[in-house]
């Protein structure tokens, strides 16, 4: 790790996200006093930070999504569940509005141009229901509902352009070891296997060189957690796989070409680490 060009504003609730040309996006956050609406991308060949101008509404503790066309979909972070995109021009755009704003939702970019936007939480209520934001037609459309209400869990596309769903708070604040998988096709969820044990506030990432899901790290009955396990889209099976060095949740984890998998997280108390041998 080395230190780069500091960013123009201070952040923190900000989403980032690797562009297609190598750049990195930055939207929104909040500065300590007030929710920002300003973007920058970084050039790494360059070593520096450019303005991007603002997105439509400010915005802190949101997700960005690339999707299969190059483009970055922008969700959450504000009560109104206004949904935009950051084009490859370098300029955002409003899509619309979700039916139902949430927070600590989870979302998956599928290989059918569709990214879908699952659970989380509207104001006390945990949710089941799903939204849709269809690449093809450009508008947000119903997607139907999950099997059980969740928030703070994990979605992950499968190569078969289905999106597996795990863990996460239930409807009775309990954390739940289920998973299920959704066809955004057919707009109908199924049940999945049971992970290895319960967990939330996890990590799920396709890893680049077989497809498989690996989750990492979160939070079960016992506190944060260094476990992890591998889910094997053709058998359709969860499977051990070795724990984390340190204990993690709401990490960031980004997976490298290689084949390795960077994590780290912001709890002062467990660094980072890479691993390549899952």
Known sequence: FSSVAPMSQARSGAACIALPDGRVLVTGGSDGSATLATAEVYDARKGAWQSLGSMSVARTGHTA?????????????????????????????????????????????TAGHKVVITGGLHGNSTLSSIEIYD????????????????????AAPLLDGTVLLTGGYGADGAILATSEIFDPERGTSIAGPAMSAARANHQSNVLPSNGRVLLIGGADENGVTASTDMYTPWTGKFGSVPPMHSAR??????????????????????????????
């Open 135 to 154: 690449g093809d037609s450009g508008k947000i459309i119903p997607g139907g509902t999950m099997l059980a209400a969740r928030r703070n869990f994990a």
């Open 249 to 278: 949740q709401q990490m960031a984890a980004t997976p490298l070409r290689r084949g390795a998998l960077v994590v780290r997280s912001e709890e002062r108390r467990v660094g980072k680490e890479c691993r390549s041998r899952w």
């Open 65 to 109: 999504t690339a999707t299969p066309w190059g483009a970055v979909l922008l969700v959450g972070g504000e009560d109104t569940g206004t949904v935009e995109m950051f084009l490859t021009n370098d300029t955002f755009v409003t899509l619309g509005a979700l039916a139902t704003s949430r927070s600590n939702y989870a979302v998956a970019a």
